[in-house]
Structures are given as C-alpha cells and as structure tokens.
C-alpha cells in the first residue's frame, strides 16, 4: 500500500483553500499556512462566471453559493444614459444546466469555501508563513516562521500577487505591474431594475453593476490613469460623484445617493503572469501567484478555483508528483494565458475608448472559450 501523501498549502485564499480541498479530496493528508492570525478576507462582492461556478460544483460549495450569492444568465449592455443596448447571452451547454453568471459578497465566499474546507480535516497553520523552502528529490523541506520544519511531497504556493514563494522558487520572474486603470468599487441595496450583470460602455471609464444577493448589489468603476496617484480617501465619494456625472439611467440614482459614508474603495489594478512553467520540483504557484489578472474578465478568482480544483485531480490521479504537476501545467497553462492577455486587451479598448461592441466582441470571444471543458 503506498503511503499517504503529504502537501503544503502556503496561503488559504480562494485558490489555497480550492487546492487544499481538492487534495483532500484526492487522498492527501494536507496543511495549510496563512501569515494572516485571523484567516479574514476584506472587500466589496465579486463576480462569478459560468465555469467559476462549474468547479465550484466540484468543490462541493456550488449548492450554498448560490443559496447566498445570486445567480443570472446574461450581462445586460446599457448606453451611458442607461439605455439597454443589448444582452449577451452567457449560457453555454458546455456549462450542463449551470446558472452562467453570478455574484458573491467577498465574506461569504471566503465563508462557505472555508467551512467546506474545515469538514476536510486539513491542519490549519494561521499567523504563519514559510521561510525556507528547499527542493530535494523525492521530498521538499520547509522550515516555517514558527521555527519548526517539515518535509512534504508536495508545496503549494497560492500566496497571492505579492507572492513571497514566487521569489522563492522563481527570483527572476516578472513583477506585478501597473496595467493604466483604477477599480472603484461600491456596495449598496440591489435596485430593483438590476437583474443580472449590468454594463454601462461608451463613457470615459467602464461601469458596471452586478448583484451579489437578492438585496445587494455592487458598482465597479474602472478608471484610466496613466501612472499611480495619491487619492485623500476621504474625498473618495466626490471623485467618485464627479466620474459619474455624465451617467444616466440607475446610474443616476446610484450618484444622487453617495455619501461620506458609502463603503468605497479604490485600488490600482496590477497584472503578473510567471512564463511557462509554475513548477519547480515538486513545487507549483497557483492563482494571482502564478497569474494576477486584471477583473475584465470577472475571472481571477475563478482561475485561482480551476487550479486548486485541476491540481486535486491531476495529483491524485497520478502517483509520481512530477507527473501530475506537468499534467497540471498541460490543463492550466492557455486557459488562464487567455485570461490575462484577454483582460488586457479589454483594458487597452477601454483606455482607447474603443466601440462598445470592440469591446463585447473579446469578452463573448474569452467566455466561449472558458465556458469549455478543459
Ligand atoms: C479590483 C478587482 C476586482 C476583481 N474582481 C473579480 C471578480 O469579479 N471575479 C473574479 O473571479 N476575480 C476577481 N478579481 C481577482 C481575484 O480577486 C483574485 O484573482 C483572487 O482573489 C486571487 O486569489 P488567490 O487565492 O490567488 O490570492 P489572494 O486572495 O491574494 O490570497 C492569498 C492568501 O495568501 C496569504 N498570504 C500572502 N502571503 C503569504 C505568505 N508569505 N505566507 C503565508 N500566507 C500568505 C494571504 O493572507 C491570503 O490569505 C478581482 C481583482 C481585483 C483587483
């Protein structure tokens, strides 16, 4: 009989917590280690695409996403003074009866994929990181932040965009970059009128508006600026207000209701994408560590999920773990390659401010693709 197989899991983000599931799935005794002591996630609501939920099926967490998410086929396409241009039409029977669009709050999310993850039994290492990380032949030492080591056959780095395991495995990869654009996002009560993912194009940014609960709903705001400034967050709604002034429509009623105390944020999108291979030894970068994309695409997550879910599959289907790393890559590699140049090709159209229908044309191109099996 072979010896139960041992996998490290460094950080329990979407991607960590997906592969540290998947894993457990395929038989592996498996822990994970987030620097963060109290394992929270922060932020407005997040858009979940077709296959995004297909793997959450998976995952077994489909049925209570969207039991608290909200789920829509479709994304309506609005004229800057709110007129409906066209739907495009999501479904795919690729997809096999799943709803081929929805939305989360960030909370809940992190929620439902942690709860899934706890019945599993992995050993949760919180407050903890990874200092030392060497590759041998038939096994990887780690020496942590507490001061103990261990071996594995297998380490997992889903540490995020500012990955520290990348720097680790790979010290000459790309860094993140700056892609030319903010993100606004805001929360606020579901208006009646929004029924599905909602995009308003033509105008000098990208606006959009997607459900995440029958009750709530979040505006995304994608802002060209050509290098990072300095932004008084206090002043944020005004900003905000002024972007929006030329918007009809909900758009209109969303302006008139900004506050000092609308829950704002406002981050500078960053891309990174490793090369070829996220493999070394038996080590492999997952989700923004290996691919940050920028949110065109509403798909960053969901490719973070694919990968934990694709990594369980191919690891427990194959014994010998280089095998079943290099199957991986052969599954992952084009698929979230097509993520991110596609994202930034939506992002250069919209900085250009390019047709709305240049811009529908890449992203009807992208999901079809993703709404595939793969
Ligand atoms: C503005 C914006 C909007 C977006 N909208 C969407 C959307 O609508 N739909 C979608 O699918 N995607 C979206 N994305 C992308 C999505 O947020 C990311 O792709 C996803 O959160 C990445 O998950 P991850 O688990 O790889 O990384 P993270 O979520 O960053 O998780 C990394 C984890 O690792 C931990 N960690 C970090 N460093 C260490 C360390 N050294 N040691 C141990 N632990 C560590 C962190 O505490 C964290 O828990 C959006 C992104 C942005 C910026």
């Known amino acids: 009989m072979q010896a139960e197989r041992k996998a490290l899991v460094i950080g ?35 858009t979940i695409t077709g296959p995004t939920l297909r793997a959450m099926g998976r995952l077994g967490v489909l049925d209570e996403v969207l039991r608290q998410g909200y789920a829509a086929d479709g994304i309506d396409v609005c004229s800057t003074d709110g007129r409906k241009l066209m ?22 999310l992190h929620s439902i994929i942690s709860a899934r993850l706890l019945t599993l039994g992995p050993t949760m290492m919180l407050g903890v990181t990874v200092e030392t990380l060497e590759n041998e032949a038939d096994h990887v030492n780690i020496v942590f932040s507490t001061g103990k080591s261990a071996r594995y056959d297998l380490v997992v780095g889903a540490d995020g965009i500012y990955s520290r395991t990348r720097q680790q495995l790979f ?19 579901r208006h009646p009128d929004i029924l599905r993912r909602t995009f308003f194009l033509g105008g000098q940014g990208k606006v959009g508006l997607n459900p995440v609960s029958p009750d709530s709903m979040y505006m ?66 997952i989700g923004d560590a290996a691919h940050a994309t920028t949110p065109q695409l509403a798909s960053g997550a969901g490719m973070g999920i694919e990968d934990g879910l694709v990594l369980g599959e191919e690891i427990g289907r194959n014994v010998d773990i280089a095998a079943g790393l290099s199957a991986f890559m052969a599954r992952r590699y084009d698929r979230c390659k097509l993520v991110v140049d596609s994202s930034l090709e939506i992002s250069r159209l919209e900085r250009e401010q390019a047709p709305p229908a240049a811009q529908t044309a890449v992203v009807e191109r992208a999901l079809a693709t993703l709404n595939e099996e793969f």
């Not at 739907?87 to 809940?108: E, F, M, Y």
């Not at 970059?177 to 929360?187: E, N, S």
Request: net charge neutral.
């Open 12 to 46: 329990g983000g979407i991607a960590g917590m997906s592969a540290a599931i998947a894993l457990r799935q395929a038989g592996l005794s498996v822990d994970v280690c987030d620097r963060d002591p109290h394992w929270k996630v922060y932020g407005a609501g997040i």
């Open 171 to 189: 010290p000459d990869a790309p860094r993140p970059h700056y892609a030319g654009q903010y993100c606004w996002r805001l929360m606020m009560p």
């Open 220 to 285: 995304f705001y994608v802002e060209a600026q050509a290098e990072p400034i300095w932004r008084d967050e206090t002043k944020q709604h005004l900003l905000l207000s002024e972007l929006l002034s030329p918007y009809g429509g909900v758009l209109k009623d969303v302006r008139n209701k900004l506050t000092a105390s609308s829950q704002i944020v406002c981050r500078p999108l960053e891309t990174v994408f490793v090369g070829e291979d996220w493999t070394k030894g038996r080590t492999v970068l």
């Open 87 to 108: 739907t495009i039409d999501t479904r795919s029977d690729a997809l096999g009866g799943i709803p081929s669009a929805g939305g989360i709050l960030r909370p809940t």
